[in-house]
């Protein structure tokens, strides 16, 4: 006999706040603790990089189990709507380049432009997101994974042929003025989303959906507006992802945001459980590191350097087995549809009645 | 959005008129006719695959009519999306229960209590202003129906608006508001708990009920979404004599606490005679018989369509 | 005019190797309500199959009637194996699962195949003899599949306006013998009588003494043939063949099986010469580079207008 979540297991600040600033004490917290991460980070580019990188994957995990775990519809495109973001936002720091405000200190400025370019990129996102999910979200579920699919196709096809997003080359040159602080804001900001659309009437009926769409839409849920929805507030993070992307590295192109990195973020949330956030966190850090730290070991321990080559070509089909081995050992991933604070407590006491 | 429409206790809260079903040649339900008025507690009876399903569904909307016409609360509702049906106060049980299964018992009724919400949303002030400037830019008019018709434009605007405004936000932000709505979603959804028998379960997953529990959650649910016509599809389904005897006196109770009109499709004529008032019975689609559960119990069309020609030849004639 | 007709004429000829690989998808989405995401890569690992066998035969030897023969059988009986051992150790178990678990290992199979296949891994056996046993992946770089086929011009109209290949003829006439072997199977024999009714009702037929786990594990090793003998024509036009075909070629074709509702077999071909012929027209007419991504704006075209596909009919789920 299991006792199930309750949807109001959101653990936040207690009664001792006024119900009027809970919505937004957990920014207030969070943003001097990006702040001192960021000065603290500041002499380590590769620290820097990994980290940035692995929030970035962290986001799209998350956003992603909106859809695939939480609502039940299965997408495997997010990597297209990544880089509509990352496109759209490179482009607008691009044009924006040079330009300054005054009255601003420069990295101030800086990152005044960098938010806007972001909302440029996470809007553009959320609104094809709304486009390829209206038609293909009022069918059944597998269409939708064909047709994500499909829209990846598309966007890579599109900026092939776009001059202004460089064609094949991609776009280099734009402004790097994401930090650690501004990326893991990101992940803060998606987290905070997912679990308060989860504690709430919105966050039930998209469980509902995933459940039994006909009983949820007799129930009076508007299944077919709700899918859109979650959709739209999936890709509006992947576009929110992609745009740190582009600010981080030195260059973009299509290679990027191709069907493996799609693959990857599904594999992320299948990994720690389809509608599990925190599972989708922990699965993301863990597919981050793991490569990295394979190469590593590989190059530390001397080994020809083509071995540590190979670890980003073995990943893939490792990732395509992974997936066969879960589906077939343990489908509910590794949480299930729970967060970790409703699971670990009972293994710890399962651990302990075994131990002694 | 469809305005309330005010309802005196004698008007109909669900009508069909003239209801037929087709699936390609198949004729499935013809010229089907059914009144329920507030206090109504009616039966729908026939024997398997004569239809009494495929009513249900005319009527929620999961099918739509090929002819005929179904109202709720006096607004024709031919071809709505379910969902809308309900928000009108039409509220179905299905025969192969259809629980949320992973989700709590609790969570079970709040997903359906969640519809008090939105109708409060629905008439916020500004969130419809906005709704109807964003129309006048799309230069969209009218309602359509929701299935199909709609064009993207409308589509783009009615989610933009619900997303904006019906309080997706107000959950993001936790506003005070919003915390005092989930209080009050929450104290709802236990009161139904308490009143169907299912405190003691709260917080289980509902997949883990027994099943006569898992046929009282369903009925919780749909209560959830504060109907005015409830629709019970097979409501005594497994159960045993003790329970079913408990079921016939819960159903009157809920009648009466509720304010309801009641339609039951049951295969236990005991049931149905005990607690129906109305009894219409269905045979390969066509209502053969409608009535007191005296007058349909000694029709003789009914007793040929339950036992066959053969035996009514045999024991020749009715009663 | 002239241009028109040769335009036809590739569509076509594009077009029936699509409807073969679709008719995968929707037999086995018939029998089983699966999207077979694997299918495209089986089709690639047949190609690969029939690539060895060509080497293996020898320039000779490739090009004569027998050899090419011997390539196809190759091809189709080493695909229908694996069909056979992917249905048995990776769907069979989850058949009673929920149907998104058999979708992600789909997904996940198809990943593996068209991946694996990139890597450069191989190992050599030594044979008693003096030969050697050599296995290797082949890579991830596209290789040029031998011209089994001897490309000719067969007719030629006006000033080279309008021409046919000879391998083109020969692929659509393999393509339509293919096609005609299916519809008998499908329609004249027990077999194909036990894959209707499995498609019909899994349980109930394995209930009427059909050996449902039997017809389904010979429905993918069909689709898996079927798809191995148009991969084989698709590398013979393409005249190469990569690991990546099976992810292309194969979404291509889920397109087309769509397009023509999934699950109907005339409409995987009426689907799949409609999208070649689309794509052919689109690349004549309009940009070439944009050849990728005119099937799925056509897929989502489709999917707004007629959601069930030009043929199929979008299901009522029972309630």
Same mark, same amino acid.
């Given at each position: 006999?299991?006792?199930?979540?309750?949807?109001?297991? @959101?653990?936040?600040?207690?009664?001792?706040?006024? $119900?009027?600033?809970?919505?937004?004490?957990?920014?207030?917290?969070?943003?001097?603790?990006?702040?001192?991460?960021?000065?603290?980070?500041?002499?380590?580019?590769? $620290?820097?990089?990994?980290?940035?990188?692995?929030?970035?994957?962290?986001?799209?995990?998350?956003?992603?189990?909106? @859809?695939?775990?939480?609502?039940?519809?299965?997408?495997?495109?997010?990597?297209?709507?990544?880089?509509?973001?990352?496109?759209?936002?490179?482009?607008?720091?691009?044009?924006?380049?040079?330009?300054?405000?005054?009255?601003?200190?420069?990295?101030?400025?800086?990152?005044?432009?960098?938010?806007?370019?972001?909302?440029?990129?996470?809007l553009s996102a959320a609104l094809c997101g709304f486009l390829v999910g209206l038609p293909s979200l009022r069918l059944r579920g597998d269409y939708l994974a064909i047709v994500t699919l499909g829209f990846g196709e598309i966007i890579r096809v599109v900026v092939q042929n776009t001059d202004a997003f460089g064609r094949a080359l991609g776009l280099s040159g734009i402004p790097q003025t994401s930090g650690v602080g501004m990326v893991y804001f990101g992940v803060f900001l998606v987290v905070l989303v997912a679990r308060r659309i989860a504690g709430s009437s919105h966050g039930r009926s998209l469980w509902a959906i995933r459940e039994d769409e006909v009983a949820a839409e007799a129930m009076g849920v508007d299944t077919t507006g709700y899918k859109v929805r979650s959709f739209v507030i999936s890709s509006f993070f992947a576009g929110i992802a992609g745009g740190l992307f582009a600010h981080f590295v030195p260059i973009i192109n299509p290679g990027s945001f191709t069907f493996v990195k799609s693959m990857e973020i599904v594999v992320m949330v299948v990994l720690g459980g389809l509608g599990s956030t925190t599972g989708a966190i922990l699965a993301a850090i863990f597919l981050t590191l793991l490569p990295e730290g394979l190469r590593s070991l590989f190059t530390s321990l001397g080994a020809e350097g083509s071995l540590a080559q190979k670890v980003d070509q073995i990943r893939m089909p490792v990732y395509g087995l992974l997936l066969v081995a879960l589906m077939l050992s343990r489908p509910q991933g590794l949480f299930g549809t729970k967060e970790i604070w409703d699971v670990l407590p009972k293994w710890w006491a399962r651990r302990k009645k075994g131990t002694s | 959005m469809s305005a309330p429409v005010q309802v005196t206790p004698e008007a109909p809260m669900l009508e069909a008129a003239g209801v037929s079903i087709q699936f390609g040649g198949l004729k499935a339900l013809t010229d089907f006719n059914l009144t329920i008025r507030q206090g109504d507690l009616q039966g729908l009876i026939g024997p398997n695959g004569a239809g009494k399903s495929t009513a249900f569904n005319a009527l929620t909307g999961v099918y739509r009519p090929t002819r005929g016409d179904v109202r709720v609360a006096g607004q024709r509702v031919n071809g709505w999306m379910p969902h809308r049906i309900n928000h009108l106060g039409l509220a179905r049980t299905f025969q192969n229960i259809r629980l949320f299964r992973a989700l709590s018992v609790l969570d079970n009724v709040k997903v359906a209590c969640r519809a008090e919400t939105l109708s409060h949303q629905e008439h916020w002030l500004p969130a419809s202003l906005f709704i109807a400037a964003l129309r006048g830019v799309g230069g969209v008019g009218g309602e359509k129906g929701a299935r199909g018709g709609q064009r993207l434009g409308e589509q783009l605007i009615e989610q933009a608006g619900a997303l904006v405004l019906q309080g997706w936000w107000r959950s993001l932000f936790l506003t005070p508001g919003f915390q005092a709505e989930e209080q009050r979603i929450t104290e709802r959804a236990d009161a139904l708990l308490e009143v169907m028998g299912l405190s003691h379960r709260r917080n289980e997953e509902a997949r883990n009920l027994p099943y006569g529990e898992q046929r009282r959650l369903e009925i919780a649910r749909a209560l959830g979404t504060q109907p005015k016509v409830l629709l019970l599809d097979e409501p005594a389904a497994g159960m045993n004599t003790r329970e079913k005897a408990d079921l016939m006196v819960l159903i009157r109770k809920l009648r009466d606490q509720f304010s309801l009109g009641v339609l039951v499709i049951e295969h236990d004529m005991k049931l149905v005679m005990g607690i129906c008032e109305r009894i219409t019975v269905l045979d390969h689609g066509e209502m053969i018989a409608r009535g007191a559960p005296d007058?349909?119990?000694?029709?003789?069309?009914?007793?040929?369509?339950?036992?066959?020609?053969?035996?009514?030849?045999?024991?020749?004639?009715?009663? | 005019m002239a241009q028109l007709l040769q335009h036809l004429i590739n569509g076509l000829a594009a077009g029936t190797i699509y409807a073969l690989v679709a008719l995968g998808y929707t037999m086995v989405y018939g029998v089983l309500k699966l999207i077979n995401f694997a299918h495209g890569d089986v089709m690639m690992v047949g190609v690969y199959m029939g690539y060895a066998t060509a080497i293996g035969l020898g320039r000779q030897a490739q090009s004569s009637l027998w050899g090419v023969a011997l390539i196809f059988a190759a091809a189709m009986l080493g695909c229908a194996l694996l069909g056979f051992f992917i249905e048995r150790f990776a769907y069979r178990p989850l058949r009673e699962k929920p149907r998104l678990t058999a979708l992600i290992t789909a997904?996940?199979?198809?990943?593996?195949?068209?991946?694996?296949?990139?890597?450069?891994?191989?190992?050599?056996?030594?044979?008693?003899?003096?030969?050697?046993?050599?296995?290797?992946?082949?890579?991830?770089?596209?290789?040029?599949?031998?011209?089994?086929?001897?490309?000719?011009?067969?007719?030629?109209?006006?000033?080279?306006?309008?021409?046919?290949?000879?391998?083109?003829?020969?692929?659509?006439?393999?393509?339509?013998?293919?096609?005609?072997?299916?519809?008998?199977?499908?329609?004249?024999?027990?077999?194909?009588?036990?894959?209707?009714?499995?498609s019909w009702d899994h349980r109930v037929a394995a209930l009427m003494g059909i050996p449902t786990d039997r017809v389904i594990a010979l429905t993918f090793m069909l689709s898996s043939a079927l798809a191995a003998g148009a991969g084989l024509l698709y590398a013979i036009k393409d005249t190469s063949v990569s690991p990546l075909m099976g992810l292309y070629v194969g979404l291509k074709a889920f397109v087309a099986a769509v397009i023509g509702g999934i699950g109907n077999v005339p409409g995987a071909v009426v689907g799949g010469l409609v999208l070649g012929l689309v794509e052919e027209f689109v690349v004549g007419y309009a940009a070439s580079t944009w050849r990728d991504a005119v099937a799925f704006g056509f897929l989502i075209l489709v999917l707004l207008v007629k959601p069930g596909g030009l043929f199929g009919r979008v299901a009522a789920e029972k309630v």
């Open positions: 006999m299991t006792t199930a979540r309750s949807a109001t297991t @959101v653990p936040e600040a207690g009664a001792v706040v006024p $119900a009027g600033l809970k919505g937004l004490l957990p920014v207030l917290l969070a943003l001097p603790v990006l702040g001192l991460l960021e000065w603290l980070l500041r002499a380590s580019p590769f $620290a820097t990089y990994l980290l940035s990188v692995m929030g970035v994957n962290i986001i799209l995990a998350v956003s992603l189990n909106i @859809v695939n775990g939480m609502t039940g519809q299965f997408s495997i495109g997010h990597a297209g709507f990544m880089a509509v973001g990352a496109y759209l936002a490179g482009f607008v720091s691009l044009m924006l380049k040079g330009v300054a405000i005054s009255f601003l200190p420069e990295a101030l400025s800086d990152q005044v432009f960098f938010l806007l370019a972001l909302l440029v990129g996470g | 007058e349909v119990r000694n029709d003789r069309k009914v007793i040929e369509a339950y036992l066959g020609d053969s035996y009514l030849e045999s024991h020749g004639g009715a009663a | 997904i996940g199979i198809s990943f593996a195949l068209s991946y694996g296949f990139q890597l450069d891994l191989g190992f050599k056996l030594p044979l008693p003899g003096g030969y050697e046993l050599s296995l290797a992946l082949p890579g991830a770089s596209p290789r040029a599949f031998p011209e089994i086929i001897r490309p000719t011009e067969w007719l030629i109209i006006g000033d080279r306006d309008v021409v046919i290949w000879n391998w083109q003829v020969i692929s659509f006439l393999i393509a339509l013998g293919l096609m005609l072997v299916l519809q008998y199977l499908v329609y004249r024999t027990r077999f194909g009588r036990a894959m209707r009714a499995v």
